[in-house]
């Protein structure tokens, strides 16, 4: 390019009759800074300067210029040809900078987007291991957080190996609670440099990452790093959103489907009602008729329908009584109740179901009145014996007991059915629970003894049970408060 200048400005010298075209070799200076970089220019200047002397100061065609004045001009020319060729690198420079940092932010902006449109964990991997994978120009592994997906050492589209040292960093990582938030740096067995990390530095629930960063240096692996941590720091606040709105929306549908639920149990139950004491009635009065009670077939099948309509009412009553709890609570009507009534009512009740089994009540005389709402406390009872016939064999003994002291009056209802495990014990209580032992064997909803559960606790008592372990029988006690406030209540009462 500087012999094409020179040739044209020999030209143009010769047709125009200027003295000098010295000034025409800055273009191939600034053509070679621009495009190659600073030494090119530097070369590109020189040459330019020797051209110029070659070509236009006396003598001519030679290197030597005879004038001090004119050497210094050259000399000049050199130093302002440099420094135009240095200014032309740096501008260059920036200009590629600036296109990197407009391709950047042009990606950056794309991979928010994505982030941004994203309803499920799985986009925002996919677009995690897309982004990572364009920009850093290196393989991309990404784990989700499941425990097989680990441990098989492939990536969401990565269907090739993870190295073995790799995959066991994303265990160890995976199963070690909190990760670093910088990352872990390993070599696999070829000696390449992988950086592993969580996504979210906060927790691993999130999936683990890993790029492949081949022969990188200390100071390429930290420079890595920090493009890591910008890029997946925008992942972990769309995840936490994500994570956020997702336990919202889950939160708002439970609560949509319990009151759905609420609402269509109350309404069926009610609807079901009417009927069931019609048949429930008349099943009654049939299997008391003197003309059914003498024939023993006829006898039987309306005892069998009276006893099933009698368990059907007892189980609508359940569902009832789960309603009121769920909806508007549990609102006691406490009065001066004889716990004699509350026994016999119970005991009445809970007759049919008991059955074969052998009931003793062992009640002192002289327990003290309570100011509890004798409905609920019975109901609560009731489902304690339910419970305690249904899971106990025939001909089996069922013991209640009564007993007043340090403050509080105790029911226990003692069975020699089949007992309890420890994990039993623990969710007894719980609303729909059932064991496991007995899902197929015994029919029921699990809520009896969660009924029980919350019209105790309504009344200000607590109930518990206890067993000595499985096939050993249970004992299941409640206790409500006898206070000496409650006594002074009474006998206020009375004396009014």
């Known amino acids: 390019m500087v012999g094409v200048v020179a040739l044209a400005s ?43 002397a070659f070509f236009f100061y006396p003598p001519l065609y030679t290197f030597w210029v005879s004038d001090p004045q004119e050497v210094i001009n050259l000399g000049l020319f050199l130093i302002v040809a440099v420094v135009t060729g240095h200014l032309a690198t740096q501008l260059r420079t920036q200009a590629e900078l600036a296109r990197q940092r407009e391709i950047e932010m042009r990606d950056l902006y794309a991979f928010s987007r994505r982030l941004a449109a994203a309803f499920a964990v799985s986009d925002i991997h996919a677009a995690i291991e897309d982004h990572l994978a364009n920009v850093m120009q290196h393989r991309v592994v990404l784990f989700p957080a499941a425990r097989d997906e680990i441990e098989g050492g492939t990536a969401r589209r990565n269907p090739d190996a993870v190295p073995l040292p790799v995959r066991h ?62 890029v997946l720091a ?69 005892n069998d329908v009276r006893d099933e309509a009698e368990r059907l009412n007892h189980d609508i009553q359940n569902l009832l009584d789960a309603t009121r709890i769920s909806s508007n609570g549990v609102k006691p009507r406490n009065e001066w109740t004889d716990p004699a009534d509350i026994i016999n009512s119970a005991v009445e009740r809970c007759r049919r179901r008991i059955g ?29 014996f339910d419970n305690a016939a249904k899971y106990s064999p025939p001909q089996s003994r069922i013991a209640f007991s009564a007993r007043a002291q340090h403050g509080e009056l105790m029911f226990a209802v003692q069975d020699e059915g089949i007992g309890l495990t420890e994990q039993e014990k623990i969710r007894l209580w719980d609303r729909f629970f059932r064991g496991e032992r007995h899902l197929n064997v015994t029919s029921g909803s699990g809520l009896g003894l969660w009924i029980a559960h919350a019209f ?41």
């Open 10 to 52: 020999y030209i143009l010298v010769a047709q125009t009759g200027l003295s000098r075209g010295t000034v025409l070799f800055v273009v191939p200076v600034l053509v070679a800074a621009a495009r190659w970089g600073v030494l090119p220019a530097v070369v590109a200047a020189a040459l330019g300067t020797a051209a110029s």
């Open 169 to 230: 960093v994303v265990g160890n990582l995976s199963a070690g609670g909190a990760p670093p938030a910088e990352g872990v740096s390993v070599a696999d067995d070829s000696g390449n440099f992988w950086l592993v990390r969580a996504i979210s530095p906060k927790t691993a629930a999130f999936g683990m990452i890993a790029v492949d960063l081949g022969k990188a240096s200390q100071r390429e692996l930290e420079e890595h790093r920090a493009h890591i941590n910008h």
């Open 234 to 302: 925008d992942a972990d606040a769309t995840l936490e959103r994500l994570g956020v709105g997702n336990a919202i929306n889950e939160a708002r549908m439970r609560s949509q489907t319990d009151q759905f639920r609420e609402a269509l149990i109350g309404s069926v139950s009610h609807e079901l009602r009417t009927p069931l004491a019609s048949i429930l009635g008349a099943a009654t009065v049939l299997s008391a008729a003197p003309a059914v009670a003498g024939d023993g077939k006829l006898s039987a099948l309306a």
């Open 356 to 384: 074969s089994r052998q009931l003793t009540l062992d009640v002192p005389h002289d327990l003290p009145l309570v100011l509890v709402d004798s409905a609920l406390v019975t109901q609560a009872l009731v489902q304690v």
């Open 456 to 496: 105790v606790a309504a009344n200000g008592g607590r109930i518990f049970a206890e067993s000595p372990g499985v096939g050993r029988g249970t004992t299941v006690s409640i206790e409500l408060p006898v206070t000496q406030a409650a006594v002074a209540q009474y006998e206020g009462d009375t004396d009014e």
